[in-house]
């Protein structure tokens, strides 16, 4: 008969070699009020939607009316046209002012949460968590229930795919005012959980906002376009068949644990969920009055002793037939007070006081060496170093916080190339003289006079201010030549190449570099003259102007108008 014989209305149970080993834990109807969980991206697309037209509500006023600003998921023909004409247009060929569209541009797996879920078809990775109230344990009155369990639900949720998902928008209006209120109140929404309360809700961020302008005969269009990048999870609705692998799973606890084996030990201790439980005895096995037989060995044991090892009742063959004693012993006392001696000693670690030496440290408040100490690899001082006696150094290398420095005697050299830079913070003081590239120097001088005329000396700056201002000859103030700067018209012509100017003096005071006509500008009738075709004279208070006429080119006459700016006294 076949095994598929339908008996009484039921199918022929399977024989129990052909059945598998099944979890009855997991043996559970899937028409019970387990859902199954899918995340799609449509999910999260409709959650931007959601977004918009219940949070965000984007409006603008036109005409003193609050009016709705629609907002369209774009579909690959409408966007691409849009992308060429840059606005969209109703089916009557109309412009849609004000509107928003949008569209998924692509996505990725976000690798700040990566899962690896080993098996797309039976996933491995499960968040779990106990359903606090189930109907099974509607009476909980489980003390007075013999060998009952209060019954668990178990839930395991796979472990979604983590995805980061860009989309690009397009906002047209009339007016820049209407584009600025509809940007604020989405920057504003920026960062937060976009979706429905109570639902799934999605990570969102805006990248940056792009504005443009277009104006034609009949329409002003004002555009932006932004990007927004959503951190979204993905759990597909088609891993969710009636055969399973489902994305969620329920498991219920046994109700009931039988033990088929005799125990000495109270099973309600064991189980702490038990209370009441009966204490189960083995049957203790009886001995009779018959002695213990002596069990004998075959092949006897015998011990023999070692090098330096001393054994009594050595070589003697213990064999079980009778008791056999042995004292192992060695030639001295090694015990904790007494004063062992090794030839050689292999040890981890050696105490010798309140020194620690190992093989590759010694710890030690104060050790002291007897003679010289040579140190292979490199040597580190964590605490202070004192060195009484001459401390040679082929290389020296220093990281100096604080020191304070005294040589009796000696030589110090800091570098050897012209390109090593010695950086001193703090004051310096140097008692003797002291030479920059090949000058000595031994002295710096206050002297406002400089009439040491030394070549060893650097003067302060109060001594160079000083001379400056205060020390000509005969009283002369320089810093008063220095900025006098006058304007004059000659006074007349002596000669057709001479001309006069009334100056008490344009000389320059002892001390400062001669005047020449290089300290002067000369224009004649309001031209330039230039310098290599004069010279100037000072004669009494009179300064003269000469011109070489062959090379200026013309003679001086009585109505020319001859300006001088210079150095004049007054």
Same mark, same amino acid.
Request: glycine share 6%.
């Given at each position: 008969?076949?095994?598929?014989?339908?008996?009484?209305g039921?199918?022929?149970?399977?024989?129990?070699?052909?059945?598998?080993?099944?979890?009855?834990?997991?043996?559970?109807? @899937?028409?019970?009020?387990?859902?199954? %969980?899918?995340?799609?991206?449509?999910?999260?697309?409709?959650?931007?939607?959601?977004?918009?037209?219940?949070?965000?509500?984007?409006?603008?006023i036109?005409?003193?009316?609050?009016?709705?600003?629609? +907002?369209?998921? $774009?579909?690959?023909?409408?966007?691409?046209a849009?992308?060429?004409?840059?606005?969209?247009?109703?089916?009557?060929?109309? %412009?849609?002012? !004000?509107?928003?569209?949008?569209? @998924?541009?692509?996505?990725?797996?976000?690798?700040?949460?990566?899962?690896?879920?080993?098996?797309?078809?039976?996933?491995?990775?499960?968040?779990?968590f106990?359903?606090?109230?189930?109907?099974?344990?509607?009476?909980?009155?489980?003390?007075?229930?013999?060998?009952?369990?209060?019954q668990?639900?178990?839930?395991?949720?796979?472990?979604?795919?983590?995805?980061?998902?860009?989309y690009?928008?397009?906002?047209?209006?009339?007016?820049?005012?209407?584009?600025?209120?509809?940007?604020?109140?989405?920057?504003?929404?920026?960062?937060?959980?976009?979706?429905?309360?109570?639902?799934?809700? #999605?990570?969102?961020?805006?990248?940056?906002?792009?504005?443009?302008?277009?104006?034609?005969?009949?329409?002003?269009?004002?555009?932006?376009?932004?990007?927004?990048?959503?951190?979204?999870?993905?759990?597909?609705?088609?891993? &969710?068949?009636?055969?399973?692998?489902?994305?969620?799973?329920?498991?219920?606890? !046994?109700?009931?644990?039988?033990?088929?084996?005799?125990?000495?030990?109270?099973?309600?201790?064991?189980?702490?969920? %038990?209370?009441?439980?009966?204490?189960?005895?083995?049957?203790?096995?009886?001995?009779?009055?018959?002695? %213990?037989?002596?069990?004998?060995?075959? &092949?006897?044991?015998?011990?023999?002793?070692?090098?330096?090892?001393?054994? *009594?009742?050595?070589?003697?063959?213990?064999?079980?037939?009778?008791?056999?004693?042995?004292?192992?012993s060695?030639?001295?006392?090694?015990?904790?007070?007494?004063?062992?001696?090794?030839?050689?000693?292999? $040890?981890?670690?050696?105490?010798?006081?309140?020194t620690?030496?190992t093989g +590759?440290?010694?710890?030690?408040?104060?050790?002291?060496?007897?003679?010289?100490? +040579?140190?292979?690899?490199?040597?580190?001082?964590? =605490? &202070?170093?004192?060195?009484?006696?001459t401390? *040679?150094?082929?290389?020296?290398?220093?990281?100096?916080?604080?020191?304070?420095?005294?040589f009796?005697?000696?030589?110090?050299?800091?570098?050897?190339?012209?390109?090593?830079?010695?950086? #001193?913070?703090?004051?310096?003081?140097?008692?003797?003289?002291?030479?920059?590239?090949?000058?000595?120097?031994?002295?710096?001088?206050?002297?406002?006079?400089?009439?040491?005329?030394?070549?060893?000396?650097?003067v302060?700056?109060?001594?160079?201010?000083?001379?400056?201002?205060?020390?000509?000859?005969?009283?002369?103030?320089?810093?008063?030549?220095?900025?006098?700067?006058?304007?004059?018209?000659?006074?007349?012509?002596?000669?057709?190449?001479?001309a006069?100017?009334?100056?008490?003096?344009?000389?320059?005071?002892?001390?400062?570099?001669s005047?020449?006509?290089?300290?002067?500008?000369?224009?004649?009738?309001?031209?330039?003259?230039?310098?290599? $075709?004069?010279?100037?004279?000072? $004669?009494?208070?009179?300064?003269?102007?000469?011109?070489?006429?062959?090379?200026?080119?013309?003679?001086?006459?009585?109505?020319?108008?001859?300006?001088?700016? =210079?150095?004049? &006294?007054?």
């Amino acid at each position: 008969m076949a095994s598929d014989l339908l008996i009484y209305g039921r199918k022929k149970p399977v024989p129990r070699t052909q059945r598998a080993t099944l979890n009855r834990a997991k043996q559970l109807k @899937r028409d019970d009020n387990i859902k199954d %969980i899918s995340v799609s991206l449509m999910d999260m697309d409709s959650a931007i939607m959601y977004y918009f037209e219940n949070v965000i509500k984007p409006s603008v006023i036109e005409n003193g009316e609050t009016v709705k600003v629609p +907002t369209m998921y $774009a579909s690959p023909e409408r966007w691409f046209a849009v992308q060429n004409s840059g606005f969209m247009r109703d089916s009557k060929r109309q %412009i849609i002012l !004000p509107a928003i569209a949008f569209r @998924r541009t692509g996505m990725e797996k976000d690798d700040t949460m990566a899962v690896d879920k080993m098996d797309p078809e039976e996933p491995k990775l499960h968040w779990q968590f106990e359903r606090k109230y189930t109907q099974l344990n509607r009476y909980d009155n489980f003390s007075v229930q013999q060998g009952l369990l209060p019954q668990r639900e178990f839930y395991n949720v796979a472990v979604p795919d983590y995805m980061v998902l860009s989309y690009d928008f397009m906002i047209w209006t009339h007016y820049i005012e209407q584009m600025n209120k509809l940007v604020e109140r989405i920057n504003w929404s920026a960062g937060s959980y976009w979706g429905e309360p109570n639902k799934m809700r #999605f990570r969102t961020n805006i990248e940056s906002f792009t504005d443009s302008t277009e104006v034609s005969d009949k329409e002003r269009i004002v555009r932006t376009e932004f990007s927004v990048a959503l951190r979204g999870y993905l759990i597909p609705e088609a891993f &969710n068949e009636l055969a399973g692998p489902h994305t969620i799973q329920q498991h219920i606890t !046994p109700s009931q644990i039988s033990i088929g084996t005799e125990t000495d030990i109270p099973v309600a201790s064991l189980m702490e969920q %038990i209370e009441g439980g009966e204490t189960l005895s083995s049957v203790a096995a009886s001995v009779g009055s018959t002695p %213990i037989p002596t069990v004998t060995l075959n &092949n006897a044991l015998s011990l023999t002793s070692g090098l330096g090892i001393t054994i *009594t009742n050595e070589g003697e063959s213990f064999n079980g037939s009778s008791a056999l004693s042995h004292e192992i012993s060695i030639p001295q006392d090694v015990s904790t007070t007494s004063i062992p001696e090794f030839s050689a000693v292999t $040890a981890s670690s050696i105490l010798m006081g309140s020194t620690t030496l190992t093989g +590759t440290s010694m710890t030690a408040s104060s050790f002291q060496f007897g003679s010289d100490v +040579t140190a292979i690899g490199n040597l580190t001082v964590n =605490g &202070n170093s004192t060195i009484k006696g001459t401390l *040679t150094a082929q290389e020296l290398h220093s990281e100096v916080v604080s020191a304070s420095i005294i040589f009796s005697s000696g030589s110090t050299r800091f570098g050897n190339t012209i390109d090593d830079n010695h950086y #001193f913070t703090g004051s310096m003081y140097v008692s003797g003289s002291w030479a920059l590239n090949g000058y000595s120097v031994d002295e710096i001088s206050n002297d406002s006079s400089l009439t040491s005329n030394s070549a060893t000396a650097l003067v302060t700056e109060n001594a160079v201010k000083t001379y400056t201002d205060n020390t000509v000859s005969a009283g002369a103030d320089t810093s008063t030549y220095l900025r006098k700067q006058y304007v004059k018209i000659s006074t007349g012509l002596v000669s057709t190449n001479t001309a006069s100017f009334s100056a008490v003096t344009a000389s320059a005071p002892d001390g400062v570099v001669s005047t020449t006509e290089h300290d002067f500008l000369f224009f004649i009738n309001g031209q330039y003259m230039e310098h290599d $075709a004069i010279e100037i004279q000072q $004669a009494s208070t009179t300064l003269y102007l000469k011109v070489d006429t062959d090379s200026i080119g013309y003679d001086l006459e009585s109505d020319d108008e001859i300006l001088a700016w =210079g150095k004049f &006294n007054s």
